[in-house]
């Protein structure tokens, strides 16, 4: 198909995150909108380009002494019946338009005509953050390619509704198992039920405190719930093991290791397998990038409830946050929509701060 991303289109960030929207980039199936991507910055003459898979990667080379990454997936979750886009007033509806296609479209628009920023850029548009880890175009560059995450700070353009969003939550999966002892349910007296006994660890769950904490003027909530139960062999036996899935999601100042720690604290006595984990983020509201960036927004920052990928710059020691036009509250929903407004003034946002070299 003949690339939709044109001159007319890259200039206007409205029309931008239609075109992308109408490209159809669910997870693992990026190739098209990465050829497209691709193509359109290969054309910009003060850009450097590569790529890595599915996810594209162009820079600037300009001798600033100071380098900012911006960043944004290409990938979308599953279509709901909402593809293509549709406009109704100041509305753009489709799969992708708040999470994050709006966001790539600020950061494409941004390459193909900003040829004189005041830092040198990095633009990083990659490919499977919606799935596994182990697709992730970011994960995959930090292992094969690490020198193109190398920068002082990051903006990753997740939707934050036009709000800066400082660091993120770490977040933590378990499994807490009770066992009991296998019976006939008619001689039920000589078995242990392992459901029953997994009211110790509801009970647990339900006198949860969360803990609060404030970081640079950013307040993030704890929170830790149980997401799923399993149990049971059959229909007339007592059951011997039961399984109860739960999600921590921590504050940036604890490490994982604290983390499994606080777990352990909570469900003490009980057996617990920790099946998957990923470190939060601290705001990086020092950066003196950081600091110019927040004047150009010209509001107070939020804390990012939720895990996004600021955290894999975090662990590279470089500060990142979120900031986006797309309203998260909307990400996968099916009607996923995006403001029009919202788009212009991030568009506007980004380019007075960057612009003024």
């Not at 920023?117 to 990659?126: Q, V």
């Not at 009211?199 to 929170?223: K, N, P, Q, S, W």
Request: proline fraction near 6%; glycine fraction near 8%; charge should be negative.
């Amino acid at each position: 198909m003949a690339n939709p991303l044109t001159s007319d289109v890259l200039v206007d960030p409205v029309v931008l995150t239609r075109a992308l929207v109408d490209i159809e980039s669910v997870s693992l199936d990026e190739k098209v909108i990465a050829d497209c991507v691709e193509e359109v910055l290969r054309q910009a003459p003060h850009l450097s380009v590569d790529r890595h898979q599915n996810t594209v990667m162009a820079r600037t080379g300009l001798g600033r002494e100071q380098r900012v990454v911006l960043a944004g997936h290409l990938d979308t979750v599953p279509l709901n019946d909402n593809f293509p886009s549709t406009v109704v007033d100041d509305l753009i509806y489709g799969c992708g338009t708040a999470d994050m296609k709006s966001g790539v479209a600020l950061a494409l628009h941004l390459a193909a005509t900003l040829p004189d920023p005041r830092y040198d850029l990095t633009f990083l548009f990659y490919e499977a953050e919606e799935i596994e880890s182990r697709f992730n175009g970011l994960n995959l560059v930090a292992k094969h390619r690490p020198e193109w995450l190398a920068a002082d700070f990051a903006v990753l353009l997740e939707p934050t509704y036009g709000v800066v969003e400082a660091g993120c939550q770490g977040t933590m999966r378990a499994v807490v198992r009770t066992r009991g002892r296998r019976a006939h349910t008619a001689r039920a007296w000589r078995g242990v039920n392992a459901i029953h006994a997994a009211g110790a660890v509801l009970r647990r769950l339900e006198d949860y405190r969360a803990r609060t904490v404030t970081i640079d003027g950013c307040t993030y909530r704890e929170g830790l719930s149980a997401v799923r139960i399993s149990g049971g062999v059959a229909g007339n036996v007592v059951p011997d093991v039961c399984s109860v899935e739960v999600n921590l999601r921590f504050a940036p100042d604890r490490t994982p290791e604290q983390a499994l720690a606080h777990l352990h604290e909570v469900f003490d006595g009980l057996d617990l397998e920790v099946t998957d984990s990923a470190p939060g983020a601290l705001p990086g509201l020092d950066a003196a990038p950081a600091r110019d960036f927040l004047a150009a927004v010209g509001a107070e920052p939020a804390a990012k409830l939720g895990w996004t990928d600021v955290s894999r710059f975090a662990a590279l020691g470089i500060p990142a946050l979120n900031y986006g036009p797309g309203d998260p509250q909307l990400a996968h929903a099916p009607d996923e929509h995006v403001e029009i407004g919202k788009i212009r003034d991030g568009a506007a946002t980004l380019h007075r701060w960057l612009a003024a070299y």
